[in-house]
């Protein structure tokens, strides 16, 4: 379906330098945010804070694509809502095109605010069920008062054929479309302003495996042809490692990796990028799953031991010590700081102090957990 799309012609080349691929786009410094916990009865009071972004460091260039990958609850979505300002941060800062804009107002995000832009997780809520996909679509052209060449009804129509939707279907509504079809939408919705960043928020990690490698190919099309760039969150190595130029690995609020996507997939250094990446095969007696009791080779994604530790009290020194096979006592009382140690290529950043070996051999094997996502993967390729 993909395979047919007609891109518009990229944007015109930009004047600006810091519109020049591979410039910094997006720069985000020691970037925090903190949560109160409320407790207490009859006075509710402060009683702790969720440290759910730590001081976490990144830049995404521009036209790059940039994966933001980690386990549930480490700070992914809470950093991209910091950057598309839907959240104030508490410290840190975050610069686009080289402003500062941590703290802008409202007012002041006006000019900038229609090249920001977010696809969110889930296909079924992020769309208004009460509202036409022509009206969606063209929502954030009347909310910025963008009124296209043609009309906003052409534009919308062309915005839906770029995303591989009928623009007959102007007048449906969502609960005429799959899944897949309603992430499509909401790719169309972030398209309208002609944006430069799109920060995706796990976008289709609610979606049949099946469509979920439709979608990403649409995303890296948009992401190549547009020359737009993306910080693609995920939980799942798997599914960025086609996709990002560079990616980023978190935990508990932290960033403690990251890297071009040969450093991470091939030479990962951090013992948590290794957990992610590894797998063994386990075998399943049959009768649950086989026939005739047989047995049953299956692979299955090594689960890390213990629980992700609580964010409202972290693990001191290192945060990944609780559960890490090399923590020393040094890692309970000095924090790793994320730089490029010996051994690691340029741009290839790590926080440990026992850090892995570089791995020379491909992880090819390693690296597919499942056939679902084998098929994932090759569908992506193609
Ligand atoms: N508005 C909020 N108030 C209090 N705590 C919050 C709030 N939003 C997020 N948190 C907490 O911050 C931490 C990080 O949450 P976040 O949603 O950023 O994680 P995530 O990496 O996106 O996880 P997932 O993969 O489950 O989407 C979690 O412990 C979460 O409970
Ligand atoms: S600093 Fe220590 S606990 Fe943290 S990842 Fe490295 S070896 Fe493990
Ligand atoms: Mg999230």
Redesign the pocket.
């Known amino acids: 379906m993909t395979e047919d799309l007609v891109l518009p012609a990229p944007r015109e080349a930009a004047t600006d330098v810091t519109d020049a691929p591979g410039e910094p786009l997006l720069v985000v410094e020691k970037l925090v945010k903190h ?1 109160p916990v409320k407790g207490g009865f009859p006075i509710r009071r402060t009683v702790g804070q ?1 440290q ?1 972004v730590d001081g976490i460091d990144l830049t995404v260039h521009v036209g790059e694509s940039f994966g933001l990958v ?10 991209g809502r910091l950057i598309t300002k839907l959240l104030e941060p508490t410290g840190g800062s975050i610069s686009y095109r080289g402003k500062d804009i941590t703290h802008a107002t409202r007012r002041q995000l006006t000019p900038i605010r229609s090249e920001i832009q977010m696809i969110f997780q889930d296909p079924y809520s992020s769309l208004n069920p009460r509202q036409t996909v022509g009206k969606i679509v063209s929502g954030p052209m009347e909310i910025n008062g963008i009124e296209p060449e043609g009309g906003r009804e052409k534009r919308v129509r062309e915005l839906l054929e770029i995303v591989g939707l009928n623009p007959e279907h102007y007048n449906r509504f969502p609960h005429e479309f799959s899944g897949g079809q309603r992430q499509r939408i909401g790719v169309a919705r972030a398209l309208a302003l002609e944006p430069k960043l799109i920060v995706a928020d ?1 976008p289709v990690s609610a979606l049949d495996v099946s469509i979920q490698a439709q979608v990403v190919n649409l995303l890296q099309k948009v992401q190549q042809e547009l020359g737009i760039a993306f910080l693609f ?1 995920a ?1 799942d190595l798997a599914v960025v490692r086609h996709f990002s130029q560079r990616v980023a690995v ?1 935990y508990l609020g932290k960033v403690i990796e990251v890297g071009d996507r040969d450093s991470i997939y091939t030479r990962p250094r951090h013992p948590y990028t290794h957990a992610l990446l590894s797998a063994v095969p386990e075998v399943k007696v049959g009768g649950e799953d086989g026939e005739d009791g047989e047995e049953v080779p299956q692979r299955e994604r090594i689960r890390l031991a213990g629980d992700v530790p609580s ?1 409202i009290s972290p693990p001191s020194g290192c945060r990944f010590r609780t559960r890490c096979w090399k923590a020393q006592d040094k890692c309970a009382t000095e924090e790793p700081p994320l730089i490029q140690i010996s051994g690691n290529h340029a741009g290839h950043l790590t926080a440990c102090h026992f850090p892995e070996e570089p791995t020379i051999e491909a992880r090819d094997e390693d690296i597919v957990l499942d056939p679902a996502l084998a098929a994932l993967e090759m569908d992506a390729e193609s």
């Open positions: 949560f969720v759910a980690g386990e549930s609850g480490c700070g992914k979505s809470t950093t796990e969150i939980h978190m964010p």
